[in-house]
């Protein structure tokens, strides 16, 4: 009975606990919490603020779930379903105000959200409240648009005088792959001190462009640097107004272009040009030349000039250089070029042209390097026959003590115009035929080509045969000799014979001397020969004997020397023989100077001007004249001596003068000749006259009146200093 009691009696206090719980279970309810709203929104993030109900949120927890517009929360079909507690260090407490940022969202969507809390300390189901009301609606940004540029290199560099800001750049902008057609601004801003030369670049053009689609954008007249471009979607893309920015550079130009260059003669013609635009071309080939008797070059001035893109006319000393080659390779020296610049974009190219055919390379380059190369060819024709000398070969005596003697017969060929004699005999231009029979045992010690040795052994029967030699240079010019053959036998012991001729040397034009090879022999018909004996008086001339060959009763000697212009007799003596040879060296005349007058001489007087201060220039070369001679100048303007408007008399090149006048004209000198003469070192006059034009611009423009008031007139005349009131 007690135990029944005692059961029945906990049994209603269990019952009793459980009612008191359950009540105050009615009266802790965990309440739903309140969203207050999205933040922080990007393409894939969101940060949501809400508020608890509850007096205190510690050990507290909160499911979140995250769902396109419209979805049904808690059936699965969220985007983000998260539990956040109270601990988590990512989580904002402030007071019962949380906040919170997810992640993995989809960018360009729009979503709703709800939030469920869960209570510390209270039995489920009562620990958890229901889901709130959707949280304030909100939308990720769209995917970002794409940003990319490129800068298109002006035509000249920035340090170039001709440098103009022609560059460009593009800009393209592509659609979020969310937000297809877009609206944006698009805005350029030169970057200060970005360019090469640390300037600002000027503003493209156009300096934006706005409210335009998707797409690539040109922008031109960009200089060498960098530009901001600043990039703004202002459509129905999500957000509005986020701008993005890029630098693009345009980088420095490069000048790819070659100068234009022109190549004229002394009266301005066209020689030869790259103008792609006109029709003389980079190649020339001038007329064929035929040289006056005594002449072996002909002298040709030309003019260059250049002008490029990016550097404008060209003046720099070193832009132009010149080499010449010719054919054949015989002729020494060869053609001859030089180059004078004049500091204002004229060049001078002195050409010597040699005989045969010529190449003369004219090599002009601008500030970058480009360079072009202009050719003048020109064959110079060698009009001047060889000379061909025979020694040794016309009186030879048969000693009596001997049946025959062998003698020496000695050849020399000039050619007469700087060409290097050939080896005859090989090349077959060189014929020596003795008595009908062509000879060729040369024995030569010296050269194969302009000297030749031959020995032969004659008989009493050899007398009244011919030695003739032919040569024929490379231009076809003969030059011939021939020498009738007198042998006879001594009829005793006769006296020493010295054989040796007369000889002429024509020296280059203004050459002080040159190097003489003078030879002789020397026989006896019985005795061997004794080269002490053999006196030699050079007659002045210079020449000593430097080569004695004794070969038993014969003997060859030479005498060598520098000798001037002059007429020498030589007298040789052995054994009671004497000789009396003359040398003749003969000088090419002296040819009068070149005077090269300007190729135009045309002048304006600018309106409201009475006369011009102009500068010009003449050059003046000569054959022998190393310095020109400034007192042997004199210059003329209508008869009337100007010879103190010289301002500057440069001999740049031997034998060449750069002379530069500077002369105040006036309409009086119209039609007036310029008048230069030179008298060179060898009394030669030359004398060079060219018209002067002179055009006076009349002032043809009448006053102008402005009224700045009503009161007063001001009347400007374009050539009157001062305005007049009127």
């Known amino acids: 009975m007690g135990k029944t009691n005692f059961t029945f009696v906990r049994s209603l206090l269990v019952v009793a606990a459980l009612s008191l719980f359950g009540l105050s279970q009615a009266n802790a309810q965990c309440f739903p919490a309140n969203p207050d709203g999205a933040a922080g929104i990007t393409t894939s993030e969101v940060t949501l603020t809400w508020t608890s109900a509850q007096a205190s949120v510690i050990e507290h927890c909160w499911n979140i779930e995250i769902g396109g517009a419209g979805f049904a929360v808690g059936n699965g079909t969220a985007l983000v379903a998260e539990t956040v507690c109270w601990n988590d260090p990512n989580l904002t407490i402030v007071g019962n105000t949380l906040t919170y940022t997810f992640d993995g969202l989809i960018p360009g969507t729009c979503y709703d959200w709800y939030v469920s809390e869960t209570c510390d300390g209270l039995m489920p189901p009562f620990n958890n409240s229901g889901w709130s009301v959707p949280g304030p609606g909100f939308c990720t940004f769209d995917s970002p648009f794409m940003i990319a540029g490129t800068g298109t290199k002006p035509t000249c560099p920035e ?3 001709g440098y103009v800001p022609d560059g460009s750049f593009t800009v393209t902008v592509t659609d979020p792959t969310t937000c297809p057609g877009g609206t944006y601004d ?13 300037n600002t670049p000027p503003a493209a053009v156009p300096p934006s462009y706005l409210g335009v689609p998707a797409g690539t954008y040109f922008f031109f007249f960009a200089g060498a640097g960098d530009y901001n471009v600043d990039v703004t979607e202002v459509g129905i893309c999500n957000p509005i107004n986020n701008p993005d ?19 004229t003669d002394v009266l301005g013609n066209v020689v030869a040009d790259n103008d792609p635009f006109t029709v003389p071309g980079p190649d020339a080939t001038l007329a064929d030349v035929t040289l006056p008797e005594g002449s072996c070059s002909y ?13 404008g006319l060209i003046v720099a000393a070193d832009a132009v250089v010149a080499d010449a080659v010719g054919l054949p390779l015989t002729t020494f020296p060869g053609t001859q070029v030089t ?9 001078l190219i002195d ?20 360079s072009t190369d202009l050719t003048v060819t020109r064959f110079v024709d060698d009009n001047i026959n060889p000379s061909v000398t025979i020694v040794g070969a016309n009186n030879t005596t048969i ?36 008595n009908g029979t062509e000879v060729l045992n040369a024995v030569n010690p010296f050269d194969l080509g302009a000297y030749l040795e031959f020995e032969v052994e004659v008989t009493t029967a050899d007398d009244g045969d011919v030695w003739a030699v032919t040569y024929t240079d490379v231009y076809g010019n003969v030059g011939v000799a021939d020498v009738q053959l007198t042998v006879e036998q001594a009829g005793e012991d006769l006296a020493p014979e010295v054989v040796a001729a007369d000889e002429n040397v024509t020296l280059a034009v203004c050459e002080a001397d040159q190097f003489v090879a003078y030879s002789f022999q020397v026989f006896d018909d019985c005795a061997d020969i004794d080269d002490a004996a053999i006196n030699f008086d050079d007659g002045g001339s210079g020449l000593a004997v430097t080569f004695v060959d004794v070969a038993g009763n014969q003997a060859f000697v030479e005498a060598t020397g520098n000798v001037a212009p002059g007429t020498y007799i030589l007298t040789i003596e052995y054994g009671g023989t004497v000789v009396s040879p003359a040398l003749l060296v003969t000088e090419q005349q002296d040819q009068p100077a070149v005077i090269t007058m300007p190729g135009n001489l045309n002048y304006t007087i600018p309106a409201c001007a009475a006369d011009l201060t102009t500068t010009w220039s003449v050059t003046i070369s000569d054959d022998c004249d190393d310095v020109i001679s400034e007192a042997n100048t004199t210059v003329t303007l209508g008869g009337a001596d100007i010879t103190g408007d010289i301002v500057l ?39 060079v006259d060219a018209q002067l034009t002179v055009t006076d611009q009349p002032d043809v423009w009448a006053p102008i009146v402005i009224y700045p008031s009503q009161d007063i007139n001001v009347e400007l005349d374009p050539c009157d200093v001062d305005p007049a009131i009127v």
């Open 159 to 161: 340090v170039s005088p």
């Open 186 to 198: 698009i805005v350029s801003t030169p970057v200060a001190a970005s360019s090469p030369l640390g």
């Open 245 to 263: 920015a890029i630098v693009v550079n345009v980088p420095d130009g490069m000048d790819m272009e070659e100068a234009i260059w022109t190549l």
């Open 299 to 311: 002298q040709q001035q030309l003019y260059l000039s250049g002008i490029d893109n990016c550097d």
């Open 339 to 347: 180059v004078t610049p004049d500091n204002f974009g004229q060049y």
């Open 351 to 370: 050409i010597n042209w040699a005989t045969g055919i010529s190449q003369v390379t004219v090599t002009g380059s601008d500030a970058a390097d480009n």
């Open 399 to 434: 000693p009596v003590c001997d049946d025959s003697r062998t003698i020496t017969v000695s050849v020399y060929i000039d050619d007469g115009c700087d060409q290097t004699i050939l080896n005859g005999l090989l090349l077959g231009n060189l014929d020596v035929d003795f």
């Open 649 to 687: 008399f440069n001999n740049t090149n031997a034998g060449s003068a750069y002379v530069e006048f500077e002369s105040t004209l006036d309409a009086s000198v119209n039609g007036a000749l310029v008048v230069v003469t030179y008298t060179d070192g060898g009394g030669n006059l030359t004398t």
